[in-house]
C-alpha cells in the first residue's frame, strides 16, 4: 500500500522560532498533498492543499504567512510554522492520494509552542 | 460546500456486542466517496471502510459494514463483536471525487469499548 512518512512525530519549539514539517510519499508520487490541523478533542480540519510546482491553496482563515507551503518535488510536501506562538501548539497532519480514491495519512506532528 | 455531521459525540459498547455510530452529509454533487476513519490514541488515522456513491452495494470490512443510504445523505457504520482495541476516535469523511482526496471530516464519535 502506499505510504505517507510525516517528519518530525513531535516537536517543541520557543515561541518567535519558525519550525518545518515534512510530509512525504515514500512509494509514490503526490501531485497534491494536504495538510489538517487537529486541536485536541477536535475533527481534522483541512489547513491548506499543497500543489507541486505552484503555490499552495489556503482555506479561508489560514494566515498564509503564517503557515508557509513548499511542495517542491512529486514526493515532498513541507510545512513551516513561521513565528511560532503558544496557539499555533496544535497535532499537523499530511495527507496524499494515489489514485484519487483514497487518502493516505501520514504519522501526523504534535507542536508545542513554549 | 460539503458538511458532515455526527451527532454520537460518545458511545459505549461492551465486549463482543454490536454498535452503530451514525453520520449524515450533506452534498449536491453526485460523484462521491465516504469513508470511516479511526483514531486511536496514537492518532495515526487507518481507514475502517469507503462506500463509493455509484455503489448500491453496502460496504463490508470483516466486523465492520455500513448502512448507505444515499437518498437521505446517512452514512452509518456498525461495528460486530466489538473488542476493546476498537476504543477509538472514529471520523466520518466525505470527498468529492476528482479532488485528489480532499477530505471534508465530522466532529467524531469518541468509542469506548468496556469488558
Known amino acids: 500500500g502506499a505510504v505517507v512518512s510525516q517528519h518530525p512525530s513531535r516537536v517543541i519549539c520557543k515561541s518567535g522560532t519558525s519550525v518545518k514539517i515534512e510530509c512525504r510519499s515514500l512509494?509514490?508520487?503526490?501531485?497534491?498533498m494536504f495538510w489538517y490541523r487537529q486541536f485536541p478533542k477536535q475533527s481534522l480540519m483541512l489547513m491548506a492543499t499543497?500543489?507541486?510546482?505552484?503555490?499552495?491553496?489556503?482555506e479561508q482563515g489560514v494566515e498564509k504567512d503564517k503557515f508557509l507551503i513548499n511542495h517542491a518535488s512529486l514526493t515532498l510536501s513541507t510545512l513551516t510554522v513561521t513565528s511560532a506562538h503558544p496557539e499555533d501548539s496544535s497535532f499537523y497532519i499530511c495527507?496524499?492520494?494515489?489514485?484519487?480514491?483514497?487518502?493516505?495519512f501520514g504519522q501526523g506532528t504534535r507542536l508545542t509552542v513554549v | 460546500a460539503q458538511t458532515v455531521t455526527q451527532s454520537q459525540p460518545e458511545m459505549s459498547v461492551q465486549e463482543a456486542e454490536t454498535v452503530t455510530l451514525s453520520c449524515t452529509y450533506d452534498?449536491?454533487?453526485?460523484?462521491?466517496?465516504l469513508f470511516w476513519y479511526k483514531q486511536p490514541p496514537s492518532r495515526q488515522m487507518i481507514l475502517v471502510i469507503r462506500q463509493e456513491a455509484y455503489k448500491q452495494q453496502n460496504a463490508t470490512e470483516n466486523r465492520f459494514s455500513v448502512n448507505f443510504q444515499k437518498a437521505a445523505k446517512s452514512f452509518s457504520l456498525k461495528i460486530s463483536d466489538s473488542q476493546l482495541g476498537d476504543t477509538a476516535m472514529y471520523f466520518c469523511?466525505?470527498?468529492?471525487?476528482?479532488?485528489?482526496?480532499?477530505?471534508?471530516f465530522g466532529t467524531g464519535t469518541r468509542l469506548q469499548v468496556t469488558l
Open positions: 512509494d509514490f508520487q503526490a501531485t497534491t
Open positions: 495527507s496524499a492520494s494515489l489514485y484519487d480514491t483514497e487518502a493516505f
Open positions: 452534498t449536491s454533487e453526485n460523484n462521491y466517496y
Open positions: 469523511a466525505f470527498m468529492n471525487a476528482g479532488t485528489a482526496s480532499k477530505l471534508t
Open positions: 499543497s500543489n507541486e510546482g505552484s503555490k499552495a491553496t489556503y
